[in-house]
């Protein structure tokens, strides 16, 4: 099972950026899956996921501004940003949790495999 997340860069306050993961090894229509980010010197905290139905849910400080979907055909899933902030710079993980048919989780250890990572960068 790889995943592997692209879309990150450094971007002007106010901004948006698309960032995508793909997934190999797993059909994304079984699993659920999960965003998350890690600032400089902070923990790794949930931003948003999607249940094996696809049912989407978004962190109640992020809502608004970051939505998640995810294409099946592609085995991708994505987290649209909006509005960006100073404070959103992180590295962004998706995350695939570790069984089927499971529901959106904002634990870590729900999650069973991990992309590498992308950085965003918001600069004001």
């Not at 971007?11 to 980010?37: D, E």
């Not at 899933?77 to 962004?92: F, K, S």
Request: hydrophobic share 35%.
């Amino acid at each position: 099972v790889q995943l592997v997340e692209s879309g990150g860069g450094l971007m002007q306050a106010g901004g948006s950026l698309k960032l995508s993961c793909v997934v190999s090894g797993r059909q994304l229509g079984y699993y659920a899956t999960g965003w998350f980010r890690q600032a400089p010197g902070k923990e790794r905290e949930f931003v948003g996921g999607l249940s094996w139905r696809a049912t989407a849910w978004v962190t109640d400080s992020m809502k608004g501004r970051f939505t998640v979907s995810r294409d099946i055909a592609l085995n991708t899933v994505y987290l649209q940003m909006n509005n960006l902030q100073p404070e959103d710079t992180a590295i962004y993980y998706c995350a695939l949790h570790d069984r089927r048919h499971g529901t959106i989780e904002t634990g870590i250890s729900n999650y069973a495999y991990w992309g590498q990572g992308t950085q965003v960068t918001v600069s004001s």
